[in-house]
């Protein structure tokens, strides 16, 4: 079959790779000029190393991409590390990634600190994530771990994560952070894009076509039952089938003819853009912790992450590199910044975790930004979570809104890939 897949991150480049194995003439189309999507990687200098534009690993649950790396001869590259990960709170970094941890964690009260634990060995331990749909987390965590638990640690994380709208997160999200997530932590060394370059490479070595730098103006099914694409320039492609991995209200919007009960329904809820900025430096930042988060207010940014406590700075020609994360709306001004203007503003706070840090350290600044990278998970989210199928012929659905519970991430990502991709190739079989 003649199969589009449109998108060219974690999900749509497995699908495509998969069904190009199985026999469709498979293309991709995707608007950046490389594929990747939020995974993505760019070269660190002259080192030909990969380094993420948004900090990734992967954690020991994440066996599907475990299994795709292994299966595209990268398994020699992934390394399994125990990392520190604090939380800075009181103005310095504190320890809190593992149950001896949380029972010396000072900003709590001895009768807290067992409380949080127990509470997080709930989480871990609890099977059904229904249980806990339609409270909050702020409400669960309150109730169960206790309001100093959560003015002192979860709420300090999820407005800064969520700012505004903390308080609307479901709890069901909350539980699969907890129980996804491991002391030991993954890491491709090269950078995760060599994942993405293979399966690129695999798609074209089966005749399939992968079309970078195209934007998508709209989708329309055809009498015949084929699906048109039209690209920016006007020209427009006919396909058998079509993937879309498009966020739900992005293909709402592309999509010619859907009935106005499902627009209304999917054309629902809000997403985050992601923005990093990353520091290559001569000078280590943060001393051992290779991932903090800011508990304290007012910081502009959640996450303070100096890659290069996890993996040699050799491997980037010497370079330390320090990624300072933000998840905020879309419109916020911060996405209309220069990288040495984001610099600025955020020094006096980099001073905070550093007082020796001076501007002369920095010998690189990268800024990026991707939209629709973090949906708000509210308590009304699952009944706004599309199935696969869509209202138009032969044109099927797949995003990161559809991996709820679980949060956005290449395994989950990559587990759609392969499930969709598998069941296209039965329906193609008869």
């Known amino acids: 079959m003649n199969t589009g897949v449109l998108g060219g991150g974690a999900l749509g480049l497995t699908v495509a790779y998969r069904l190009a194995n199985a026999g469709d003439k498979v293309t991709v189309i995707e608007r950046e000029t490389e594929v990747g999507g939020l995974a993505a990687g760019f070269l660190v200098?002259?080192?030909?190393?990969?380094?993420?534009?948004?900090?990734?690993?992967?954690f020991k649950t994440?066996?599907?991409?475990?299994?795709?790396?292994?299966?595209?001869?990268?398994?020699?590259?992934?390394?399994?590390?125990?990392?520190?990960?604090?939380?800075?709170?009181?103005?310095?970094?504190?320890?809190?990634?593992?149950?001896v941890a949380v029972l010396k964690y000072k900003p709590l009260s001895l009768f807290s600190r067992f409380r949080l634990a127990a509470g997080l060995a709930y989480l871990k331990l609890e099977g059904n994530y229904h249980r806990l749909e339609r409270v909050t987390a702020a409400q669960w965590v309150k109730k169960w771990m206790g309001k100093p638990a959560y003015d002192k640690v979860w709420g300090p994380q999820l407005a800064g994560k969520f700012g505004a709208v903390a308080d609307t997160i479901v709890a069901s999200w909350l539980w699969a952070r907890i129980k996804d997530r491991t002391t030991q932590l993954g890491y491709l060394h090269g950078g995760f894009q060599q994942i993405y370059n293979r399966l690129a490479e695999g798609i074209r070595a089966k005749g399939g076509e992968i079309m970078l730098g195209e934007t998508i103006t709209s989708i329309a099914s055809l009498p015949d039952g084929k699906v048109a694409v039209k690209l920016q320039d006007g020209r427009e492609l006919t396909f058998d089938r079509l993937v879309c991995t498009f966020p739900s209200r992005l293909f709402v919007k592309l999509a010619e003819g859907l009935p106005?009960?499902?627009?209304?329904?999917?054309?629902?809820g809000q997403a985050y853009g992601a923005h990093c900025l990353i520091l290559a430096l001569n000078q280590q930042v943060i001393a051992r912790t290779y991932w903090m988060s800011i508990l304290e207010p007012n910081y502009p940014f959640l996450a303070a992450v100096?890659?290069?406590?996890?993996?040699?700075?050799?491997?980037?020609?010497?370079?330390?590199?320090?990624?300072?994360?933000?998840?905020?709306p879309m419109d916020d001004a911060l996405f209309s910044k220069t990288g040495e203007q984001i610099l600025e503003e955020y020094t006096p706070y980099i001073k905070k975790l550093n007082p020796q840090f001076d501007r002369s350290w920095v010998t690189q600044v990268y800024s990026w930004q991707a939209a629709y990278a973090q949906p708000v998970v509210t308590v009304e989210f699952k009944d706004h979570i599309p199935p696969h199928d869509t209202p138009l012929p032969n044109v099927y659905l797949a995003n990161m809104f559809q991996v709820y519970p679980?949060?956005?991430?290449?395994?989950?990502?990559?587990?759609?890939?392969?499930?969709?991709?598998?069941?296209?190739?039965?329906?193609a079989k008869g």
């Open 306 to 328: 100096e890659h290069t406590n996890l993996i040699d700075r050799a491997e980037y020609g010497g370079s330390r590199l320090l990624y300072l994360g933000n998840y905020l």
């Open 45 to 58: 200098g002259d080192s030909g190393t990969y380094l993420e534009k948004f900090y990734h690993h992967i």
């Open 260 to 268: 106005a009960d499902y627009a209304a329904k999917y054309n629902w």
């Open 62 to 99: 994440d066996t599907t991409i475990e299994a795709l790396i292994k299966e595209l001869g990268l398994g020699d590259k992934l390394e399994w590390l125990r990392p520190v990960t604090s939380m800075w709170v009181g103005g310095k970094a504190v320890q809190l990634d593992s149950p």
């Open 406 to 427: 679980h949060d956005r991430g290449q395994n989950y990502s990559i587990e759609m890939g392969n499930e969709l991709a598998a069941r296209l190739i039965a329906e």
